[in-house]
């Protein structure tokens, strides 16, 4: 693996307009088709857990709240390596070098690392994943870290359940560090 890349300083996280998109659906598209539809849930869920770090400190997000240290910024770190893994090595597509080992060092956010390094990092990972799912059919298949065929309709499932499963993890840890509940700000 490549040596750590120099990241910006610790600090709070930008407010939401660091996000991909500023105002994020606040829902799927009613009439939407299939690709279209899961595109668009995954990515109200990938928002939801951006939000869920707006307004912390460095020493919030990396905040150990559990006995094995599940913690905001480690979710986001294992997303990201994710995304990267299933949408895009997984249909043989490039990805970054990743500093770290994703199969041990994925769910925790080393003192070297960044909230902005991390943040930027799942950024990156959602604009490759993005380009993976507009430009492959629903249909076509690609061999995943271990040798299972998968099709891009699989993948984007899958990649949905991750999220909307560490998104719910997410939920408890930021309202047990400052109250703070809902997908969205005012959104229960």
């Known amino acids: 693996m490549s040596s750590p890349q120099p990241q910006p300083q610790p600090g709070p996280v930008a407010p939401a307009s660091s996000a991909p998109d500023p105002t994020p659906a606040l829902h799927v598209p009613y009439t939407g088709g299939e690709?279209?539809?899961?595109?668009?849930?995954l990515d109200l869920h990938r928002d939801a857990v951006l939000w869920k770090l707006e307004g912390l400190d460095d020493e919030q997000v990396r905040r150990a709240m559990t006995p094995s240290g599940t913690?905001?910024?480690?979710?986001?770190?294992?997303?990201?390596?994710?995304?990267?893994?299933?949408?895009?090595?997984?249909?043989?597509?490039?990805?970054?070098?990743?500093?770290?080992?994703?199969?041990?060092e994925d769910m925790a956010a080393s003192p070297d690392e960044t909230t902005a390094g991390?943040?930027?990092?799942?950024?990156?990972?959602?604009?490759?994943?993005?380009?993976?799912?507009?430009?492959?059919?629903?249909?076509?298949?690609?061999?995943?870290?271990?040798?299972?065929?998968?099709?891009?309709?699989?993948?984007?499932?899958?990649?949905?359940?991750?999220?909307?499963?560490?998104?719910?993890?997410?939920?408890?840890?930021?309202e047990l560090i400052d109250g703070g509940v809902g997908r969205f700000p005012g959104m229960e």
């Open 118 to 174: 991390i943040v930027a990092f799942y950024a990156r990972a959602r604009a490759a994943a993005d380009a993976a799912i507009r430009e492959t059919d629903l249909e076509t298949t690609g061999t995943a870290w271990d040798g299972r065929v998968v099709s891009m309709r699989w993948v984007l499932i899958h990649m949905l359940e991750d999220t909307v499963r560490h998104a719910g993890h997410m939920d408890i840890l930021r």
């Open 71 to 104: 913690n905001l910024l480690g979710l986001v770190k294992h997303l990201a390596a994710v995304e990267y893994g299933w949408f895009c090595s997984t249909f043989g597509r490039e990805i970054e070098p990743f500093w770290f080992d994703p199969a041990t």
């Open 35 to 41: 690709k279209e539809s899961l595109h668009a849930s």
